[in-house]
């Protein structure tokens, strides 16, 4: 039997704690997929009047052409996946608010 299972971007996401400096501040980042690949990240502040780091990474992406498909959670981040690929791939350091 044949899976048809699509592949897609894992974006992961989590909130930074409050330093003696900084406020509180929402992270995402995307694993290497390939050897010759490093991992990407871009932080950014914490909207508090959205209070969701999940919506609040999903508003970001949305607005930078991202076509999200799910999310999930693990322990102490959540994930969104997204099927962005091919001529319109977009790299997770790029990303504006």
């Not at 406020?23 to 694993?31: F, G, I, Y």
Request: glycine share 2%; proline share 2%.
């Amino acid at each position: 039997m044949t899976h048809l299972l699509k592949n897609c971007r894992q974006i992961k996401v989590k909130l930074l704690p409050v330093t003696d400096t900084k406020p509180h501040r929402l992270k995402m980042w995307e694993q290497k997929r390939h050897s010759e690949q490093a991992t990407e990240s871009i932080v950014f502040r914490f909207d508090y009047d959205k209070d969701n780091i999940v919506e609040q990474a999903a508003d970001i992406l949305v607005k930078n052409g991202f076509h999200l498909v799910c999310k999930a959670s693990e322990d102490d981040y959540s994930v969104i996946l997204c099927d962005d690929f091919g001529d319109k791939f977009k790299k997770i350091s790029e990303l504006k608010t």
